[in-house]
């Protein structure tokens, strides 16, 4: 068995391949036989902690695959999120691989923004913000850069600190790049001035005011994964034009953003434009005017770690012959 380390993702899988891959996944999730049983969550001593366990399959590759990822946000001299991924190939049932699985999350979850930003933003957005910039941060600043021509990047983080270290990031990877990097202390003041939002925080209580998004703005918000939270508040959906998810059963089960207003009656579940999937299939243009505003709520879906460890698995597998 082939043992696949995060050295290997990151020198081995562009973000441009694995956006291919994922929205490959979504298109194959509605025209094929894609299984995703709902992820089981034991929640651990110690505030927040939890491990996860995400089986998939998409029958059209002959893979499966399971993630396990654990979440300690107490964790200091380790990384607050650990994951593994098994790979099965479904022809014989041999256990193919493992993958160190936390670059591979940070690129497929920056992936779905950046599949949710080519069809749901203005084709003309150039700021974009970042409101937390911890773990996830990264991936979705470069899955947006694949897609649209960013010039200016604001960054809004509780503690400065990690803001600071995703700058000196961004500046490594885009050295030639001609854009700007400003770190603000204020999300509502980041969010203001963006085209784009990436909401990717921990919080339990809304982050940011709707009432200080733009017109014409896309939010993006992959964070707060848990029916008991939410990063946003009910005036982005109240003002959102389209509100899209990654699924149906993923949100309904974890999207605090739109349950908790959903169950105080401020806003209804019903309002959902539709799946990711929907709208990559359809092709159509989903704003009806510039002055929309789009959300795209993801909680994450484990086919697509699938399809992003067999690919790597492809490609490794022929250097390491």
């Known amino acids: 068995m082939l043992h696949i380390t995060e050295e290997d993702v990151l020198k081995h899988y562009s973000m441009k391949q694995c956006m291919k891959d994922v929205e490959k996944a979504f298109s194959l999730s509605k025209t094929t036989r894609v ?27 002959q893979y499966a695959s399971i ?9 200091k001299e380790i990384p607050m999120i650990q994951s593994l991924i098994v790979l099965t190939e479904t022809i014989s049932g041999k256990h193919v691989a493992t993958l160190s699985a936390s670059a591979l999350t940070m690129l497929r979850t920056g992936a779905i923004s950046g599949i949710g930003t080519k069809y749901l933003s203005r084709k003309n957005s150039e700021v974009l913000s970042v409101i937390g910039c911890g773990a996830q941060s990264f991936g979705q600043v470069q899955a947006i850069m694949e897609v649209r021509d960013i010039t200016k990047i604001i960054l809004y983080n509780r503690t400065t600190d990690k803001a600071e270290l995703l700058s000196a990031k961004i500046f490594e990877l885009y050295s030639s790049w001609a854009g700007e990097v400003i770190i603000m202390e204020d999300a509502n003041e980041a969010v203001k001035a963006a085209d784009i939002v990436v909401s990717c925080t921990s919080a339990d209580t809304p982050v940011f005011s709707g009432k200080c998004i733009k017109k014409g703005t896309h939010i993006n918000a992959i964070g707060s994964c848990a029916p008991n939270k939410h990063e946003y508040d009910v005036h982005v959906l109240n003002r959102a034009s389209k509100v899209v998810v990654d699924t149906f059963e993923g949100a309904k089960n974890e999207a605090g953003g739109l349950l908790i207003p959903h169950n105080n009656n401020e806003w209804s579940l019903n309002k959902i434009y539709g799946e990711l999937s929907d709208v990559i299939l359809e092709q159509e243009e989903v704003r009806n005017s510039a002055d929309d505003i789009t959300l795209l709520d993801s909680v994450g879906v484990g086919f697509l770690d699938t399809i992003c460890a067999a690919s790597i698995y492809t490609k490794i597998k022929e250097i390491y012959k």
Do not use: C, Q, V
Not at 41 to 53: C, K, M, R, S, V
Not at 67 to 75: A, E, M, T, V, Y
């Open 67 to 75: 993630k396990i990822s654990s979440l300690f946000p107490s964790n």
């Open 35 to 61: 299984d995703i049983p709902f992820r089981t969550i034991l929640h651990h001593n110690g505030e927040g902690a939890h491990t996860l366990y995400m089986p998939s399959y998409i029958e059209d590759i």
